[in-house]
């Protein structure tokens, strides 16, 4: 099993656009992620840029993704070719989806499926809720939903650990293929400028 220490951020820019972060990394490589996104009036999310980039065991791989919503086209750049692909509204990225899923469960829904852009193409994402739990991470006992991406290929599973008090921020992900396990355990957060801390400290507060 191969542990991946990993740091997410959501912040709001002056332009009133929102970017969310990802970095993570282990001794094999490093991750980096990041998505540009807006809200409409009705609280609706608009993603406008999705960049990967990715340095494993000396091999890297980057990519970019544009929404040209006026033109309802998305834009793919990989390997300095240019890949267009239509899309309707809805469409969403890998960080996206993710934030909406967030959303959703702060609804009461456990079941969930999003129309996502992933690699330059258009993929569905179905999710469902599989436990509620106390999970020990590294920044303490956290109250978790333990949510599933449900897959035909059943070689692979996906499990994603949200918390339930920090308006469901992702705190653990697991992936299992071919019987290989990663995990990726959150190292900090913030919510809403608060710092994330452990179950026990939050019900002193």
Known sequence: MAWIEANHRLEKLESGQYRETLKAKNIFGKINEQALFSLSEDQTLIPQEYKYERSLMGVKRAEQQ???WPAQELQYYKKDQLTLLPIEPGALDMITHKLKLRSDLQL???NFSYSVISR???KQYVYKVMARQVLD???GPLNT???QRIREDKDRTTKIWLASDWDYL???LEQIKNGESHKMKIISGQV???PVVPLNIAAEK
């Open 66 to 68: 544009v929404f040209d």
């Open 108 to 110: 009461g829904k456990e």
């Open 120 to 122: 330059g193409k258009l």
């Open 137 to 139: 991470t590294a920044i």
């Open 145 to 147: 939903v333990l949510v």
């Open 170 to 172: 992702a705190v653990q």
């Open 192 to 194: 809403d400028n608060q």
